[in-house]
Nanobody
Framework: VQLQASGGGLVQAGGSMRLSCVAS????????MGWFRRAPGKEREFVAA????????YYADSVKGRFTISRDNAKNTVYLQMNSLKPEDTAVYYC????????????????WGQGTLVTVSS
């Protein structure tokens, strides 16, 4: 299984950025997909997830209303659209895949991508 994330970089506060993650080696349309992040000096935290069965979405309170997760099963790709970015959104963002949303929320038995760095300048 490979999860290849891309789209990170430097953006000014208030700007937007879209992350992409292409998955291979798993039945993408049958997996919950999500994004996590690790800020400097902090532990990794949940950002957003999307369920495979009905595309229900879940967000951390800190990003709700600003970030949108979506998926394109035909392209085996999950996206994270990030708007109104804040300096505190600066982190390495990781794409993740799990057999279910419940598994993802337990943070166990998951596949992880390599991470992409997002830096938001003030």
């Amino acid at each position: 299984v490979q999860l290849q994330a891309s789209g990170g970089g430097l953006v000014q506060a208030g700007g937007s950025m879209r992350l992409s993650c292409v998955a291979s080696g798993l039945p993408f349309s049958s997996y919950a997909m999500g994004w996590f992040r690790r800020a400097p000096g902090k532990e990794r935290e949940f950002v957003a997830a999307i369920r495979w069965s009905d595309d229900n979405t879940y967000y951390a309170d800190s990003v709700k209303g600003r970030f949108t997760i979506s998926r394109d099963n035909a392209k085996n790709t999950v996206y994270l659209q990030m708007n109104s970015l804040k300096p505190e959104d600066t982190a390495v963002y990781y794409c993740a895949a799990a057999i279910s949303i419940a598994t993802m929320f337990r943070n166990s038995n998951m596949y992880w991508g390599q991470g992409t760095l997002v830096t938001v300048s003030s």
